[in-house]
């Protein structure tokens, strides 16, 4: 049959083992018993940032470039958590591609990652203001004035509801009407749309928290409204949904301190600044750029490597060190990643923090910084409520992910409407890319 859009819901964490307990899901059942489902198994790491960039171009992050949620620039001895430009992504990116297959094809991107500047036809991504006393909440849009008028219409997009102590549901109902929006007034034959609200209480409570649980029961009946207003827009017919997932959360227990070793062991290196301790990463010897359950380990000197390698071996925590080779082996032997490569135990996962005592902690730490900080800091989602800031807490995270796919738990789901499709039982993450291509280009029959 053929359909005129494509809709890619991009759902946190949703996995063939949520799917299998029809209470939390009955409405992302209904697609189920109308359309196909495969199983798909992630890239290394398993991260937003990467798997991301992975569905847009069909390669791994060995050719793609984005090694993590975090990106290294060596020259400048800095590094950038969560870049919101295409530019890194390197490679022909997935519109392009259906651009250059029928030159008709328009499509939109709502709040994926790598948004801005991008080459998609309509795009709504965050794009605050950051001034010396406050932030002002605003948000990029193609065209400029989309923004404005789904701001009227809806109120203005909450960023605490997005991410932070204060995230919720409230930032995918936001997001699933403005795309309802975006297809009904412009059309695009492909829309590529994030909806992030399993990904917090997971992190805060544990995947088999009811907290967590009560969040697939929220996006679920989100998805559930999502298909109702299609139907009342007279877009149903006329729409093909594609439901999919990036990664799955392991329990964990143990945060492991990874840059503090490095720093016991005289390879941070720190600027001491009014009583706090900035990272200084040209005369550190060796740092960690810790994401979830990996991290990325720059080493300046050659000789330090195996040295390095073996005192992270003996970290309690730490499963495994990849060197040169692990990395060819899981595709991601990319320049920018670590000379190193630390690899989390199941229950375990990699804190950012480098200072030995609290007191010398950089103001940033107990606020929401995603982009000052140099890794990825979950205890963001939490808030000391008599002070109002970050706690330096990290024993409160119960969830976490990324580690490379190797068991059944590891896969996630991919759910496509409609029975004219051929899919496996199980595909890899680079396969995804051509198998959303076909389907906007109205093939009949995908094959992975």
């Known amino acids: 049959m053929t359909k005129e859009h494509v ?6 964490s949703l996995s063939p083992a949520l799917l299998s307990d029809k209470t939390l899901t009955p409405n992302i059942q209904k697609l189920l018993n109308e359309g196909k489902h495969t199983k798909i198994k992630p890239v290394f790491p398993a991260v937003t940032g990467t798997m991301q960039a992975t569905y847009i171009t069909g390669k791994p992050p060995s050719e793609h470039g984005i090694i993590c949620n975090g990106l290294p620039d060596r020259d400048y001895k800095e ?15 997935l519109w392009e591609r259906l651009k250059h297959e029928d030159p008709s ?14 080459t998609a036809d309509y795009v709504v991504t965050p794009a605050p203001f950051h001034l010396d006393d406050k932030m002002i909440q605003w948000y990029d849009s193609k065209p400029r004035d989309l923004y404005p008028r789904l701001k009227e219409k809806y109120g203005a997009f909450d960023l605490s509801t997005f991410w932070g102590p204060l995230a919720s549901f409230k930032s995918s109902e936001w997001i699933a009407k403005a795309a309802l ?6 059309g695009p034959r492909l829309s590529l749309v994030y909806l992030p609200n399993m990904d917090y209480h997971t992190q805060r409570f544990g995947p088999e928290s009811q907290q ?3 969040a697939v029961k929220e996006i679920d009946q989100l998805i559930g409204e999502f298909v109702e ?14 439901l999919l997932s990036e990664y799955n959360f392991n329990q964990v227990d143990q945060p492991v301190m990874i840059n503090q070793i490095l720093n016991k062991s005289g390879y941070i290196a720190v600027k001491q600044v009014e009583g706090q301790d900035f990272l200084d990463l040209e005369m550190s010897s060796a740092f960690a750029l810790a994401d979830h359950q990996l991290a990325h380990i720059y080493i300046n000197k050659e000789e330090d490597i195996p040295v390095v390698k073996k005192l992270l071996e003996e970290t309690p925590g730490i499963a495994e060190v990849w060197g040169e080779e692990e990395k060819i082996v899981n595709g991601i032997n990319h320049e920018r990643s670590g000379e190193l490569i630390a690899i989390a135990e199941r229950n375990s996962w990699f804190v950012y923090y480098w200072w030995l005592d609290n007191e010398a902690a950089p103001e940033f730490a107990y606020t929401v910084d995603i982009h000052r900080k140099p890794g990825y800091d979950p205890v963001e989602l939490f808030v000391n409520p008599k002070t109002y800031k970050i706690p330096l807490e990290p024993e409160r995270i119960q969830g976490s992910h990324g580690l490379p796919a190797r068991n059944e738990e590891d896969l996630v789901s991919m759910i496509v409407t409609g029975n004219d499709i051929d899919l496996p039982n199980q595909i890899n993450a680079t396969d995804v890319h051509d198998i959303i291509l076909d389907l906007a280009l109205n093939k009949s029959k995908v094959n992975a």
Not at 181 to 186: A, G, K, M, N
Not at 231 to 238: A, P
């Open 7 to 12: 809709v890619v819901l991009d759902i946190i």
């Open 79 to 93: 590094v950038e958590m969560w870049n919101q430009y295409m530019i890194p992504i390197q490679g022909e990116k």
């Open 105 to 118: 094809a328009e499509t939109a991107i709502l709040f994926w990652q790598f948004s801005k500047l991008t």
């Open 181 to 186: 929006d975006v297809l009904e007034e412009f």
């Open 212 to 214: 967590a649980k009560h």
């Open 229 to 242: 207003a299609l139907e009342k827009r007279n877009l149903k017919e006329k729409t093909r949904l594609v």
